[in-house]
């Protein structure tokens, strides 16, 4: 089946800790996405590539670092300078940079104490 | 910040139509509406979008008034699995592309 996988489901860490998310997709998109949601609010922006090799930040990129060597995949670092990094995470995947519909992953939900 | 406004929360009947309105004043010319929706911890799902015309597709109809500043993302006969988180999107250009802005959405509850 075609989509886009996260994993773990659940994370948890200690605080000071790094921690890298996977995001993998066999869809053959070109761009991907983070997005980070806290309780009862939307969907934010952390950082997006629209190829590989490239990435920009989005509107929450403090405390976060990505990569994207391939096109299937674009892992997120949350680092320690992260102050909130309990959050739940959410990768997305779309065919190009113009106006398509974007596929989401299931999310992880991270959890740092 | 998101440039729509919707109703926090919502009910509806088990098999009558949901009408989840949503509010974009400020629309440019160019902008699309897209809705997308989130069943509970899962990620968002594509629904629809539109410029002016409306749409209609295999999961819901999108209304968008004449003037643009409003639209209704109608569910036709909503079941208990429509539970779920509606968001209404102004789609951004510029340099982020491909951006979606979500705000805080609208609660549908379908009851039995």
């Known amino acids: 089946d075609g989509g886009i996988t996260q994993s773990p489901k659940y994370l948890f860490r200690k605080e000071g800790q790094n921690v890298t998310l996977s995001c993998e997709q066999n869809?053959?998109?070109?761009?991907m996405y983070w997005y980070r949601q806290d309780p009862g609010q939307g969907l934010r922006l952390i950082y997006y590539?629209?190829?590989?090799?490239?990435?920009q930040k989005g509107d929450i990129a403090e405390g976060y670092s990505v990569s994207r060597e391939k096109k299937e995949s674009f892992p997120l670092t949350v680092t320690s300078a992260q102050k909130n990094p309990t959050a739940f995470y959410l990768c997305?995947?779309?065919?190009?940079?113009?106006?398509?519909?974007?596929?989401f992953g299931p999310g992880t939900r991270l959890t740092v104490t | 910040d998101a440039k729509t406004t919707q109703p926090p929360s919502m009910d509806c009947a088990e098999g009558r139509a949901a009408n989840l309105p949503c509010n974009h004043s400020?629309?440019?010319?160019?902008?699309?509406v897209y809705w997308y929706r989130q069943i509970h911890s899962q990620g968002p799902q594509y629904i629809i979008h539109?410029?002016?015309n409306n749409e209609t597709n295999e999961m819901a109809s999108l209304i968008i008034t004449e003037d643009r500043k409003s639209s209704t993302l109608i569910l036709p006969h909503a079941t208990l699995r429509d539970t779920a988180v509606y968001y209404c999107?102004?789609?951004?250009?510029?340099?982020?592309?491909?951006?979606?802005?979500f705000g805080a959405g609208t609660i549908l509850r379908v009851k039995s």
């Open positions: 997305a995947s779309s065919a190009g940079t113009g106006l398509g519909e974007q596929y």
């Open positions: 869809l053959n998109h070109d761009a």
């Open positions: 590539s629209q190829i590989v090799n490239d990435f």
């Open positions: 400020t629309i440019s010319g160019n902008e699309y």
């Open positions: 539109g410029l002016k």
């Open positions: 999107i102004v789609r951004l250009g510029g340099e982020y592309g491909n951006k979606l802005v």
